[in-house]
């Protein structure tokens, strides 16, 4: 984890600090070059010149609330995330979040929580390798693939940082977010950002904005529903459910319920269903302050009520399952339904390291390296 991110003294001032490679700031520093002689290294000559970043939301080291701790103070610290003055938030996120979520949330960690670690971080992993292998066949020796964790570790600068002392002198950076919004890929963005005002000489820079109505990513989602139905049969309704924001932020521009309800129509007429078929809706708020409607947790209970016996859950705004996925639908949601009434929920997992994302994904990645020697013949 980020070695100046503390929530235990109940002052968190030094989440705002700045310092060398190894620091993760929840905001864009100031806009202007920031290294130091002695963090400038002279690149080395490599044979693979270009890279892919991925770059995941992140996870906590450990589902205790001591891990829990350092973990929520940056991620709820980033101002892309609440958008608070600091002079409102901070005595809020210090004084009372940092002291009683962070046992709550160690306790949905640890009912997910498996022998190799955070779900989110072990599939994220195994994405990554997956989509080296898929490149190395496509465009053998031209393009290395990392992961990094927009919180906690490995860090997206020093992760750009390493790449950049390796010789890597074109980047792309893949935010595992389909929809965009400035509470996370926009937060990414700030990342690299910062990344860049850390080096002497910054590589070529490229960022993926969102992939919310690929073809072929809306083909992987379609083809993991349908895979759903074969193996456990068919719910009576389709229910996709998105993370949601405050709906203060999509009235300043964050184009994110508009690009989710994208993303719900066409796969809705892929799957070839009818409106009454599948919804949509927003889960994981938090506050009282109003996010985007409808609400997961009241809908699959209206559902339950309404005579759906079966339903079937998807939540094609997460690259990989994750808490929000595997505990708050699959578990919390599930248990809604049922004690509403309903018989079965059945949560549909994410794309995970499967072939349909692995395959779109680097179709995407290889339409976006064109120009560079390394995009091979990708038309």
Known sequence: MVDKVDGNDGQGSELWQTGGLDRTPTMPRKPHYTGVAAESHATATAAVQAALLLVNLGTPTAPTAAALRPYLAQFLGDRRVIDYPHWRWWPILHGIVLRTRPPRS?????????????????????????????????????????????????????????????????????????????????????????????????????????????????????????????????????????HGIPERYARLGDPYPEQCRQTADLLRERLGLGADELQLSFQSRVGRERWLHPYTDVVVRELARSGVHRLDVACPGFAVDCLETLEEIAMQNRDAFVAAGGDELNYIPALNAGDGQVRSLAALVRRHLQGWPEAGDAA
């Open 106 to 242: 160690a306790r949905a960690y640890a009912k997910i929580w498996s022998a190799a670690g955070s779900p989110l971080r072990v599939h994220s992993e195994a994405l990554a390798a997956a989509l080296q292998a898929e490149l190395q066949t496509q465009v053998p020796g031209k393009l290395r693939v990392e992961l990094a964790m927009r919180y906690g570790e490995p860090a997206v600068e020093a992760s750009m940082a390493r790449l950049q002392r390796e010789g890597v002198r074109r980047l792309l950076v893949l935010p595992l977010y389909p929809q965009y919004s400035a509470t996370s890929t926009g937060s990414v963005i700030d990342a690299v950002a910062d990344g860049l005002k850390a080096l002497r000489w910054p590589p070529e820079l490229r960022l993926v904005n969102d992939y919310h109505d690929d073809p072929g990513h809306i083909e992987a989602l379609a083809a993991s529903i349908r895979d759903s139905w074969q193996r456990h049969g068919r719910g009576e309704r389709l229910l996709l459910s998105f």
